[in-house]
């Protein structure tokens, strides 16, 4: 037809709106679909928009004169609408919102559009429509979620979506109450479409949307993304790098930490991989959440070398497990691997006690002392494993670290005490290691290459009690 059209003739009354919407015969879900993302996008501020978007729909039946342009009236418009096609699924329409030029510009679009499908409909709005899949129009669908999640639940609520997060006993607390009137954040499928988003080149995006949860309620948010199972899902690895640590805090942690283990357990690995090496002092908190709920020893099997070697040897020292037997049965499954970690471990803890010894101002803190204590063995596991290292390198790094380790005992244990500079003085504790020693050597617990080689090392060595230390062999 010749006729322009003005978006102000369609909201002038319900004849005129019949009028207009008859130039589209037959109405369909899709065109129904198109015309209302128009309507939307009308309250923006940017004409320009307006005008582009009539002119997709329209062709060239539109008119250039937008100056009268005022928010559309729901009622005219649906009621003008089922006069045209009352059969019109109007759930079917809000799942054909997914196309090209749809955005929510504003909380008065978002609110808008809901009145729409409200008068046209006497259910709920379809939460599928928004969650069941990554639209093609992908920015449209972040536009109209982000409104969505905070929307009171009067206006828009995710509870009647077919996978919630079921309530747990877990999350005490009067803000999950008050955060998820609307159950946005016990949606399962909205956490899979947002973390699908985010593998999609929208991370930013996503990310805004997760600040509020994040902030008042991570709990819940961490416990909903261990349900979200796909390919690849950094956001998932985000969400519980920053909330496991929120989590340690607590001193009810352990509810929660049982929870997931069962629900998801390569979550809560990786948040603890990431709490452990950010801040050490998460171990003992971890460690004293496991006390309560008896999973160290599945957790100690699970995460990497570097940690399980600390958390052992920190369980170790609370009377948790037994180190000597742990630290056996991974040398007879791992071999080279995991005594190579064994000795970057001990080499780690000798460097920082030697620190620690030559600076009367640096005071060791309790995580590397009792890392310390556990040396001794460490090294005799070590010693009577050597059998199993294929590596010559190993070998020699291992016997390197134990004259480490009798350098730095030495200080520790003459601090305050007589000179041992005297070439004749023989410290108890020198005859004690050195008898230790020969027993190793004669039960077989250390071969006769190791023996000869720590030798070596000791006649090298300049350690004034290394230098005492070696009378005894000779």
Not at 212 to 229: F, R, S, T, W
Request: glycine share 4%; hydrophobic share 40%.
């Amino acid at each position: 037809t010749g006729k322009e059209i003005t978006i102000t003739d369609m909201q002038d009354n319900i004849s005129q709106c019949q009028e207009i919407l008859s130039l589209f015969l037959p109405l369909d879900e899709v065109i129904i679909a198109r015309i209302v993302g128009v309507i939307v996008r009308t309250q923006s501020d940017d004409k320009s928009v307006h005008s582009k978007l009539l002119a997709d729909l329209c062709g060239n039946n539109t008119s250039e004169d937008l100056s009268q342009m005022t928010e559309w009236d729901a009622d005219t418009l649906i009621y003008a609408t089922k006069q045209l096609a009352p059969e019109l699924n109007w759930a079917t329409i809000m799942e054909n919102l997914d196309h090209e030029g749809f955005y929510i510009p504003n909380e008065a679009a978002f609110y808008f559009l809901m009145s729409v499908y409200k008068h046209a409909s006497q259910g709920h709005f379809p939460v599928r429509a928004i969650c069941g899949s990554i639209w093609k129009n992908a920015e449209g669908q972040i536009s109209l979620l982000k409104y969505a999640v905070s929307a009171p639940p009067e206006v828009f609520t995710f509870a009647h979506s077919g996978r919630q997060l079921a309530y747990v006993d877990v999350v005490n607390d009067h803000k999950v109450q008050i955060e998820h009137a609307n159950h946005a954040w016990l949606c399962l499928d909205l956490l899979e479409v947002l973390c699908q988003l985010a593998e999609r080149d929208h991370e930013s995006s996503v990310r805004s949307i997760l600040e509020h949860p994040l902030k008042y309620c991570p709990e819940v948010l961490l416990l909903g993304m261990a349900h979200i199972n796909i390919a690849s899902n950094h956001l998932q690895q985000e969400v519980s790098s920053a909330v496991i640590p929120i989590l340690l805090q607590n001193a009810d942690a352990s509810g929660m930490i049982v929870h997931l283990w069962h629900v998801n357990p390569n979550i809560l690995l990786r948040g603890l991989v990431d709490a452990m090496s950010t801040d050490p002092e998460n171990m003992s908190r971890f460690l004293a959440a496991c006390q309560e709920i008896k999973i160290l020893s599945p957790i100690l099997d699970r995460i990497p070398y570097p940690l399980g070697v600390r958390l052992a040897a920190l369980a170790s020292c609370k009377g948790l497990i037994d180190l000597e037997k742990w630290l056996s049965s991974n040398l007879n499954a791992y071999k080279d691997a995991f005594y190579e970690e064994c000795i970057k471990f001990l080499k780690e803890v000798h460097l920082a006690a030697q620190v620690v010894t030559s600076n009367h101002f640096c005071s060791p803190n309790a995580l590397r002392t009792i890392y310390l204590e556990t040396s001794s063995t460490f090294l005799k596991v070590l010693q009577s494993h050597s059998g199993l290292v294929s590596s010559p390198h190993l070998s020699v790094e291992m016997d390197k670290l134990h004259v480490t380790y009798m350098g730095i005992n030495s200080r520790f244990k003459s601090s305050g005490s007589a000179d041992l500079s005297s070439s004749d003085y023989y410290s108890e504790d020198i005859e004690a290691e050195a008898n230790l020693y020969f027993h190793q050597l004669f039960s077989g617990q250390v071969t006769n290459d190791t023996m000869i080689r720590m030798l070596a090392h000791l006649k090298a060595s300049t350690e004034k009690r290394l230098i005492t230390y070696k009378n005894p062999f000779q």
